[in-house]
Protein backbone atom coordinates (compact mmCIF):
# COMPACT_ATOMS: atom_id res chain seq x y z
CA UNK A 1 0.00 0.00 0.00
CA UNK A 2 0.82 3.35 -0.99
CA UNK A 3 2.08 5.23 2.37
CA UNK A 4 0.24 8.81 0.70
CA UNK A 5 -2.98 7.12 0.98
CA UNK A 6 -2.73 7.40 5.00
CA UNK A 7 -0.54 10.73 4.88
CA UNK A 8 -1.60 13.64 6.34
CA UNK A 9 -2.06 16.31 3.74
CA UNK A 10 -3.79 20.15 4.10
CA UNK A 11 -6.89 19.05 3.07
CA UNK A 12 -6.82 15.76 4.78
CA UNK A 13 -5.26 17.17 8.18
CA UNK A 14 -6.48 13.48 10.20
CA UNK A 15 -3.53 13.97 12.24
CA UNK A 16 -5.68 17.50 13.96
CA UNK A 17 -6.83 16.95 17.02
CA UNK A 18 -10.27 17.27 16.17
CA UNK A 19 -10.34 14.72 13.64
CA UNK A 20 -8.15 11.86 15.56
CA UNK A 21 -10.44 12.56 18.42
CA UNK A 22 -13.63 11.88 16.69
CA UNK A 23 -12.52 9.06 14.92
CA UNK A 24 -11.28 7.41 17.78
CA UNK A 25 -14.52 7.58 19.45
CA UNK A 26 -16.13 6.06 16.35
CA UNK A 27 -13.85 3.29 16.22
CA UNK A 28 -14.25 2.17 19.63
CA UNK A 29 -17.92 1.41 18.53
CA UNK A 30 -17.07 0.43 15.23
CA UNK A 31 -13.75 -1.40 15.08
CA UNK A 32 -13.68 -3.08 11.50
CA UNK A 33 -12.95 -1.07 8.60
CA UNK A 34 -16.16 -1.20 7.03
CA UNK A 35 -18.30 -0.69 10.33
CA UNK A 36 -15.93 2.27 10.92
CA UNK A 37 -16.69 3.80 7.52
CA UNK A 38 -20.63 3.15 7.94
CA UNK A 39 -19.82 4.63 11.45
CA UNK A 40 -18.72 7.40 10.67
CA UNK A 41 -20.50 8.36 7.48
CA UNK A 42 -23.91 8.45 10.12
CA UNK A 43 -22.18 10.67 12.12
CA UNK A 44 -21.24 13.12 9.47
CA UNK A 45 -24.84 12.90 8.26
CA UNK A 46 -26.47 13.51 11.67
CA UNK A 47 -23.99 16.48 13.21
CA UNK A 48 -23.18 18.37 10.30
CA UNK A 49 -25.59 20.49 8.00
CA UNK A 50 -25.51 20.36 4.68
CA UNK A 51 -25.14 23.39 2.90
CA UNK A 52 -23.92 24.75 -0.53
CA UNK A 53 -20.24 25.47 -1.08
CA UNK A 54 -17.35 25.78 -3.73
CA UNK A 55 -14.43 25.90 -1.35
CA UNK A 56 -13.26 22.55 -2.05
CA UNK A 57 -9.55 22.66 -0.35
CA UNK A 58 -10.80 23.64 3.19
CA UNK A 59 -9.09 21.48 5.64
CA UNK A 60 -11.45 18.78 7.05
CA UNK A 61 -10.69 19.69 10.64
CA UNK A 62 -12.49 22.72 10.37
CA UNK A 63 -15.60 21.31 8.07
CA UNK A 64 -15.89 19.05 11.24
CA UNK A 65 -15.16 21.87 13.64
CA UNK A 66 -17.69 24.33 11.65
CA UNK A 67 -20.15 21.24 11.83
CA UNK A 68 -21.34 21.90 7.83
CA UNK A 69 -20.27 21.27 4.46
CA UNK A 70 -21.35 20.67 0.85
CA UNK A 71 -21.46 16.81 -0.26
CA UNK A 72 -17.86 16.99 -1.60
CA UNK A 73 -16.47 18.72 1.96
CA UNK A 74 -18.45 15.95 3.69
CA UNK A 75 -17.30 13.47 1.63
CA UNK A 76 -13.45 14.95 2.07
CA UNK A 77 -13.90 14.47 6.24
CA UNK A 78 -15.01 11.13 5.76
CA UNK A 79 -11.94 10.32 3.81
CA UNK A 80 -9.90 12.04 6.87
CA UNK A 81 -11.62 9.79 9.67
CA UNK A 82 -10.94 6.71 7.60
CA UNK A 83 -7.30 7.78 7.62
CA UNK A 84 -6.94 8.68 10.96
CA UNK A 85 -8.52 5.21 11.78
CA UNK A 86 -5.98 3.72 9.01
CA UNK A 87 -8.02 3.15 6.41
CA UNK A 88 -6.42 3.90 3.46
CA UNK A 89 -7.84 6.61 0.62
CA UNK A 90 -8.01 7.72 -2.52
CA UNK A 91 -10.04 10.16 -5.44
CA UNK A 92 -10.97 9.32 -9.12
CA UNK A 93 -11.22 12.64 -10.67
CA UNK A 94 -15.04 12.53 -12.05
CA UNK A 95 -16.45 15.33 -13.55
CA UNK A 96 -19.46 16.03 -13.84
CA UNK A 97 -22.02 17.74 -17.08
CA UNK A 98 -23.44 20.61 -15.66
CA UNK A 99 -26.89 19.57 -15.93
CA UNK A 100 -26.63 16.89 -13.66
CA UNK A 101 -26.77 20.04 -11.30
CA UNK A 102 -29.62 21.77 -12.46
CA UNK A 103 -32.35 20.52 -10.07
CA UNK A 104 -30.20 21.31 -7.26
CA UNK A 105 -29.31 24.80 -8.51
CA UNK A 106 -32.38 25.82 -10.43
CA UNK A 107 -31.68 29.51 -10.04
CA UNK A 108 -28.46 29.04 -11.35
CA UNK A 109 -29.66 26.45 -14.45
CA UNK A 110 -28.37 28.82 -17.36
CA UNK A 111 -25.30 29.75 -16.14
CA UNK A 112 -23.89 26.30 -15.06
CA UNK A 113 -20.16 25.11 -16.32
CA UNK A 114 -20.50 22.63 -19.11
CA UNK A 115 -18.51 20.12 -16.66
CA UNK A 116 -17.39 20.35 -12.90
CA UNK A 117 -15.02 18.53 -11.16
CA UNK A 118 -16.05 15.88 -8.08
CA UNK A 119 -13.79 14.32 -6.43
CA UNK A 120 -15.38 10.69 -5.58
CA UNK A 121 -13.51 8.98 -2.85
CA UNK A 122 -12.37 5.06 -2.59
CA UNK A 123 -11.85 3.30 0.67
CA UNK A 124 -9.04 0.19 0.80
CA UNK A 125 -10.89 -2.09 2.48
CA UNK A 126 -10.85 -6.07 3.05
CA UNK A 127 -8.00 -5.98 0.32
CA UNK A 128 -9.96 -3.91 -2.49
CA UNK A 129 -10.97 -0.57 -2.84
CA UNK A 130 -14.62 0.54 -2.63
CA UNK A 131 -16.39 3.55 -3.62
CA UNK A 132 -18.12 6.53 -2.23
CA UNK A 133 -21.17 4.79 -3.80
CA UNK A 134 -20.67 1.45 -2.25
CA UNK A 135 -19.80 2.15 1.54
CA UNK A 136 -23.01 0.80 2.66
CA UNK A 137 -23.68 -2.41 -0.14
CA UNK A 138 -22.98 -3.06 -3.23
CA UNK A 139 -24.84 -1.27 -5.53
CA UNK A 140 -26.66 -4.12 -6.65
CA UNK A 141 -28.17 -4.96 -3.55
CA UNK A 142 -29.07 -1.25 -3.05
CA UNK A 143 -30.57 -1.48 -6.69
CA UNK A 144 -33.29 -4.58 -5.51
CA UNK A 145 -34.65 -1.83 -3.09
CA UNK A 146 -34.50 1.37 -4.86
CA UNK A 147 -37.87 3.34 -5.75
CA UNK A 148 -36.23 5.24 -8.25
CA UNK A 149 -33.28 6.84 -9.37
CA UNK A 150 -31.06 9.57 -7.69
CA UNK A 151 -32.29 12.86 -9.19
CA UNK A 152 -30.24 15.38 -7.11
CA UNK A 153 -33.58 16.75 -5.52
CA UNK A 154 -34.30 15.70 -2.53
CA UNK A 155 -31.99 14.59 -0.08
CA UNK A 156 -27.91 15.25 -0.89
CA UNK A 157 -25.91 12.46 -2.81
CA UNK A 158 -23.76 12.22 0.42
CA UNK A 159 -26.82 11.27 2.10
CA UNK A 160 -28.27 8.62 -0.69
CA UNK A 161 -25.42 6.48 -0.68
CA UNK A 162 -26.98 4.76 2.40
CA UNK A 163 -29.72 3.19 0.38
CA UNK A 164 -29.92 4.96 -3.03
CA UNK A 165 -27.41 3.24 -6.07
CA UNK A 166 -26.00 6.42 -7.32
CA UNK A 167 -24.45 4.86 -10.15
CA UNK A 168 -21.89 7.26 -12.13
CA UNK A 169 -19.29 4.59 -13.04
CA UNK A 170 -22.05 1.97 -14.62
CA UNK A 171 -21.47 -1.10 -11.99
CA UNK A 172 -25.03 -2.01 -12.14
CA UNK A 173 -24.80 -2.39 -16.27
CA UNK A 174 -21.38 -4.27 -15.97
CA UNK A 175 -23.12 -6.79 -12.91
CA UNK A 176 -26.18 -7.25 -15.70
CA UNK A 177 -28.26 -5.69 -12.72
CA UNK A 178 -32.29 -5.56 -14.97
CA UNK A 179 -32.51 -2.30 -13.48
CA UNK A 180 -29.40 -0.46 -15.03
CA UNK A 181 -30.81 1.46 -17.64
CA UNK A 182 -33.45 2.69 -15.33
CA UNK A 183 -30.95 3.96 -12.42
CA UNK A 184 -27.69 4.79 -13.49
CA UNK A 185 -26.26 8.13 -14.03
CA UNK A 186 -23.69 7.83 -16.65
CA UNK A 187 -25.50 10.51 -18.92
CA UNK A 188 -24.23 12.69 -16.61
CA UNK A 189 -20.61 11.46 -16.71
CA UNK A 190 -18.57 14.29 -18.80
CA UNK A 191 -15.11 12.63 -17.71
CA UNK A 192 -13.19 10.54 -15.87
CA UNK A 193 -9.58 11.64 -15.59
CA UNK A 194 -7.89 9.19 -12.94
CA UNK A 195 -6.88 8.27 -9.56
CA UNK A 196 -4.99 10.20 -7.33
CA UNK A 197 -3.35 9.47 -3.95
CA UNK A 198 -5.39 12.52 -2.39
CA UNK A 199 -7.86 15.19 -3.13
CA UNK A 200 -4.76 17.78 -2.79
CA UNK A 201 -2.86 15.94 -5.52
CA UNK A 202 -6.17 15.94 -7.42
CA UNK A 203 -6.27 19.77 -7.08
CA UNK A 204 -2.46 20.28 -8.27
CA UNK A 205 -3.33 18.80 -11.59
CA UNK A 206 -6.90 20.16 -12.28
CA UNK A 207 -8.25 23.88 -10.53
CA UNK A 208 -11.52 23.47 -8.73
CA UNK A 209 -12.17 26.92 -8.73
CA UNK A 210 -14.75 28.49 -10.78
CA UNK A 211 -14.86 31.94 -12.63
CA UNK A 212 -14.82 35.00 -10.69
CA UNK A 213 -18.58 35.61 -11.72
CA UNK A 214 -19.31 32.26 -11.09
CA UNK A 215 -18.08 32.61 -7.69
CA UNK A 216 -19.77 36.09 -6.90
CA UNK A 217 -23.21 34.33 -8.55
CA UNK A 218 -23.17 31.08 -6.93
CA UNK A 219 -22.17 32.95 -3.59
CA UNK A 220 -25.02 35.72 -3.83
CA UNK A 221 -27.75 33.17 -4.49
CA UNK A 222 -27.02 30.09 -2.69
CA UNK A 223 -23.28 30.39 -0.91
CA UNK A 224 -23.48 29.20 2.54
CA UNK A 225 -27.16 28.39 2.86
CA UNK A 226 -29.16 25.13 3.81
CA UNK A 227 -29.08 23.00 0.44
CA UNK A 228 -32.62 22.66 -0.53
CA UNK A 229 -34.88 19.81 -0.97
CA UNK A 230 -37.42 19.56 -3.01
CA UNK A 231 -39.95 16.49 -3.09
CA UNK A 232 -38.90 13.46 -4.94
Not at 104 to 122: A, C, G, N, V
Request: aromatic content about 10%; charged content about 25%.
Amino acid sequence: MNPANLASTKILDHTSPEIAEAAARIGASAPSPRDFLRAAHRHIASSLRGVYSLDEKFPVSRILREACGSCSQRMALLEGLARAHGIPTRVRALFLKGNYWAPRLPLLRRFLPERTLMPWPEFFVDGEWVGFDEVFAPLPELAAGARGRFTNRGISMYEAVEKTPVDFFGKLRRAGHPRAAELELTEFVAAEEGVFDSRDLMFERFNPDPSRLGRAMFGAIYGGRPIRREPE
